[in-house]
């Protein structure tokens, strides 16, 4: 059978035998844990506690404030030393809340609760979801309630689980679909309630053989759920791939996938929406993989969110022996946030550490030329941009035909344009330069 696929894209090398195979180990962190409010599209949430006060696993530390926003949950148990700024992994500065961990890990009265099926209604999965502060946990962050609430349910035909997974060295989702697949499919089957005339289409890229295994195992016998096989190939999981590789339809520029029928959910997401709902436990934790050619044991864990990024690296053994590590990324190699700093909490839409022994950005600065004008960015857009232009307009400050006449701003910065350059140009940098000079234009 041959495998569905979308024009574009590159196959780097996936490293993902490094960490994919391994236990997973739930990792209790030992240190304090930081929550930013931000850690979501939208407004920040408002903090509800101060300094001294104390707090329980699951506990609210801020919510909500606004539509597009999403409560904030206490991963451990222990005391609050302060609401104040810090630093977060994009180097920006953001409230946060900071717990001195008591190392107990109490659960906050009614976490864990079961729930069966049929005494809640639609209104109470939203709710749940709500509550629990569940944002997309693929990378995104956009609150998941507010995806999900839709003024046309009628009008969605697929609910599309992302399994992709395609960037370089993380397995977390990976891994998540061999140990939860039950769970993922019953909070799959959660979101269907909400979409009377949809069905759920679980895609995983085809280098996932166990995955597809497990996944497709638990949907056998479903009439509304079932799993569909794509080629691997990086951006698979971009949501406008996805829905054209999976439904044959178009996302045009501006519109959302609501407007062509979908709504495309992480597995994670899924996963964790299943926990608040049928077990009353807000998100806390999340899989999360620490991996690279740097790192002792580079594995998949279940971490607690506002661990230390730091803190984890020494859960995975740290650095290897006589090697130093160049990078560290927050994400993958393809899209991840170069860090600055390990002293930084991860947050909900944080999948993943990648530790690397060379700086291949660096060694990329020492050998770039002009543009030679080859084509080769346009032939592996994922949705068809022309780089070479964009490249051109940004630098000369145009950033009017950057966003009005190239679309720079759907640009999804997957950095597959600057992986084919044969003249080692930095361009998805010099995008997420520009488009942030623009969003920064626009608010003023």
Same mark, same amino acid.
């Given at each position: 059978?041959?495998?569905?696929?979308?024009?574009?894209?590159?196959?780097?090398?996936?490293?993902?035998?490094?960490?994919?195979?391994?236990?997973?180990?739930?990792?209790?962190?030992?240190?304090?844990?930081?929550?930013?409010?931000?850690?979501?599209?939208?407004?920040?949430?408002?903090?509800?506690?101060?300094?001294?006060? *104390?707090?329980?696993?699951?506990?609210?530390?801020?919510?909500?404030?606004?539509?597009?926003?999403?409560?904030?949950?206490?991963?451990?148990?222990?005391?609050? *030393?302060?609401?104040?700024?810090?630093?977060?992994?994009?180097?920006?500065?953001?409230?946060?809340?900071?717990?001195?961990?008591?190392?107990?890990?109490?659960?906050?009265?009614?976490?864990?609760?079961?729930?069966?099926?049929?005494?809640?209604?639609?209104?109470?999965?939203?709710?749940?979801?709500?509550?629990?502060?569940?944002?997309?946990?693929?990378?995104?962050?956009?609150?998941?309630?507010? $995806?999900?609430?839709?003024?046309?349910?009628?009008?969605?035909?697929?609910?599309?689980?992302?399994?992709?997974?395609?960037?370089?060295?993380?397995?977390?989702?990976?891994?998540?679909?061999?140990?939860?697949?039950?769970?993922?499919?019953?909070?799959?089957?959660?979101?269907?309630?909400?979409?009377?005339?949809?069905?759920?289409?679980?895609?995983?890229?085809?280098?996932?053989?166990?995955?597809?295994?497990?996944?497709?195992?638990?949907?056998?016998?479903?009439?509304?759920?079932?799993?569909?096989?794509?080629?691997? $190939?990086?951006?698979?999981?971009?949501?406008?791939?996805?829905?054209?590789?999976?439904?044959?339809?178009?996302?045009?520029?501006?519109?959302?996938?609501?407007?062509?029928?979908?709504?495309?959910?992480?597995?994670?997401?899924?996963? @964790?929406?299943?926990?608040?709902?049928?077990?009353?436990?807000?998100?806390?934790?999340?899989?999360?993989?620490?991996?690279?050619?740097?790192?002792?044991?580079?594995?998949?864990?279940?971490?607690?969110?506002?661990?230390?990024?730091?803190?984890?690296?020494?859960?995975?053994?740290?650095?290897?022996?006589?090697?130093?590590?160049?990078?560290?990324?927050?994400?993958?190699?393809?899209?991840?946030?170069?860090?600055?700093?390990?002293?930084?909490?991860?947050?909900?839409?944080?999948?993943?550490?990648?530790?690397?022994?060379?700086?291949?950005?660096?060694?990329?600065?020492?050998?770039?030329?002009?543009?030679?004008?080859?084509?080769?960015?346009?032939?592996?857009?994922?949705?068809?941009?022309?780089?070479?232009?964009? @490249?051109?307009?940004?630098?000369?400050?145009?950033?009017?035909?950057?966003?009005?006449?190239?679309?720079?701003?759907?640009?999804?910065?997957?950095?597959?344009?600057?992986?084919?350059?044969?003249?080692?140009?930095?361009?998805?940098?010099?995008?997420?330069?520009?488009? @942030?000079?623009?969003?920064?234009?626009?608010? $003023?």
């Amino acid at each position: 059978m041959k495998l569905k696929t979308f024009r574009g894209g590159v196959h780097p090398e996936g490293h993902k035998e490094l960490s994919k195979s391994l236990p997973v180990e739930a990792y209790l962190p030992k240190g304090d844990l930081i929550f930013p409010t931000n850690q979501h599209i939208g407004k920040p949430a408002r903090p509800v506690v101060k300094k001294g006060d *104390k707090v329980l696993a699951g506990q609210l530390l801020a919510e909500a404030d606004g539509f597009v926003s999403a409560n904030i949950i206490c991963s451990c148990s222990g005391t609050v *030393k302060a609401v104040e700024e810090r630093h977060t992994i994009s180097g920006s500065r953001a409230t946060c809340v900071i717990v001195e961990n008591d190392g107990q890990f109490t659960l906050a009265s009614g976490v864990g609760k079961e729930r069966r099926e049929g005494t809640f209604s639609n209104k109470d999965i939203l709710d749940a979801i709500k509550a629990a502060g569940i944002v997309g946990l693929g990378g995104a962050g956009f609150p998941t309630h507010v $995806k999900l609430t839709s003024k046309n349910p009628e009008a969605i035909d697929y609910i599309i689980a992302n399994g992709s997974e395609c960037e370089p060295y993380i397995t977390c989702d990976d891994v998540l679909m061999q140990r939860e697949n039950r769970a993922i499919v019953e909070g799959l089957k959660l979101v269907l309630r909400l979409f009377p005339n949809a069905q759920g289409i679980i895609a995983i890229e085809n280098n996932k053989p166990e995955a597809i295994q497990a996944m497709e195992a638990v949907c056998a016998g479903e009439k509304q759920v079932y799993v569909q096989q794509v080629l691997a $190939k990086y951006p698979e999981g971009g949501e406008r791939n996805l829905i054209s590789v999976v439904t044959g339809r178009d996302l045009k520029f501006g519109q959302l996938p609501a407007d062509v029928g979908c709504i495309v959910c992480n597995v994670s997401t899924l996963y @964790a929406i299943y926990c608040a709902v049928y077990h009353s436990e807000p998100l806390m934790e999340r899989y999360f993989t620490v991996s690279g050619d740097a790192i002792v044991h580079p594995r998949t864990m279940s971490v607690c969110i506002g661990t230390s990024c730091e803190e984890l690296i020494h859960a995975a053994g740290g650095i290897k022996d006589g090697c130093t590590a160049k990078k560290v990324l927050c994400g993958g190699p393809m899209m991840g946030i170069a860090m600055s700093s390990l002293n930084v909490p991860i947050s909900k839409n944080n999948n993943a550490l990648t530790v690397l022994a060379e700086d291949p950005v660096e060694q990329a600065q020492t050998q770039m030329t002009a543009c030679i004008r080859c084509g080769r960015c346009a032939h592996v857009c994922p949705i068809h941009l022309v780089p070479q232009m964009m @490249a051109e307009a940004a630098q000369h400050g145009d950033l009017e035909r950057y966003e009005q006449k190239l679309y720079g701003l759907d640009c999804i910065a997957c950095g597959s344009c600057t992986y084919v350059c044969p003249a080692k140009r930095p361009l998805m940098q010099l995008f997420k330069q520009t488009k @942030a000079a623009i969003m920064a234009s626009k608010r $003023k």
